[in-house]
């Protein structure tokens, strides 16, 4: 009787990861990783539709490497470094073109509306891209200071350096903003 009763126990749906720890499809991987990365990179350039395209050509590049990145210990993490670099490339191609050091523009929100998560993203706006990329990889996406060191091409000191610079700057902005 007992073992009737463990057949007829549901089994909990199977994780979209594998034994070994490894994911085996393109779409689990998306399913996974896609919301996370939207967020940062929405951080990082402070537009909707910009962080779309970089996601969207992110994972094209992913795809275009499936057959190599399915077997890596951490396909997210080479996702990120695709998106970062393409993030980094695209404000250095835009401060070229502007002929001067790149400034974020502070992004023009419709629904101004003066809840929480509006005034952190204009004060995200105002942090440089270096902070404010350092702030996304170690304090949203929780990466160590030597992995978002190595996605920025810096030293670890810089990275901290950058990311409580930022810090600062954001609490200051936000207490300028309460007064």
Same mark, same amino acid.
Request: include cysteine.
């Given at each position: 009787?007992?073992?009737?009763?463990?057949?007829?126990?549901?089994?909990?749906?199977?994780?979209?990861?594998?034994?070994?720890?490894?994911?085996?499809?393109?779409?689990?991987?998306?399913?996974?990783?896609?919301?996370? %990365?939207? +967020? $940062? =990179?929405?951080?990082?350039?402070?537009?909707?539709?910009? &962080?779309?395209? *970089?996601?969207?050509?992110?994972? /094209?590049?992913?795809?275009?490497?499936?057959?190599?990145?399915?077997?890596?210990?951490?396909?997210?993490?080479?996702?990120?470094?695709?998106?970062?670099?393409?993030?980094?490339?695209?404000?250095?191609?835009?401060?070229?073109?502007?002929?001067?050091?790149?400034?974020?523009?502070?992004?023009?929100?419709?629904?101004?509306?003066?809840?929480?998560?509006?005034? %952190?993203? +204009? $004060? =995200?706006?105002?942090?440089?891209?270096?902070?404010?990329? &350092?702030?996304? *990889?170690?304090?949203?996406?929780? /990466?160590?200071?030597?992995?978002?060191?190595?996605?920025?091409?810096?030293?670890?000191?810089?990275?901290?350096?950058?990311?409580?610079?930022?810090?600062?700057?954001?609490?200051?902005?936000?207490?300028?903003?309460?007064?």
């Amino acid at each position: 009787m007992d073992r009737a009763r463990h057949t007829a126990v549901k089994q909990p749906p199977s994780t979209p990861k594998v034994a070994d720890g490894l994911t085996r499809t393109f779409e689990e991987l998306f399913e996974l990783e896609h919301v996370q %990365l939207f +967020r $940062a =990179l929405y951080l990082m350039t402070g537009s909707t539709q910009e &962080a779309e395209e *970089l996601m969207q050509d992110a994972f /094209l590049k992913l795809w275009e490497r499936w057959d190599r990145v399915r077997d890596m210990e951490n396909p997210g993490g080479y996702l990120c470094r695709v998106a970062v670099n393409a993030a980094r490339s695209r404000a250095r191609r835009l401060a070229r073109a502007a002929g001067r050091t790149f400034a974020p523009l502070v992004p023009e929100d419709p629904f101004a509306a003066a809840d929480l998560r509006d005034e %952190l993203v +204009r $004060a =995200l706006a105002e942090l440089s891209q270096r902070q404010r990329m &350092a702030l996304v *990889l170690t304090d949203l996406m929780d /990466l160590p200071a030597d992995q978002a060191a190595d996605l920025l091409g810096v030293a670890p000191a810089t990275v901290r350096s950058l990311a409580s610079q930022g810090r600062a700057a954001l609490r200051a902005s936000m207490e300028d903003d309460d007064a």
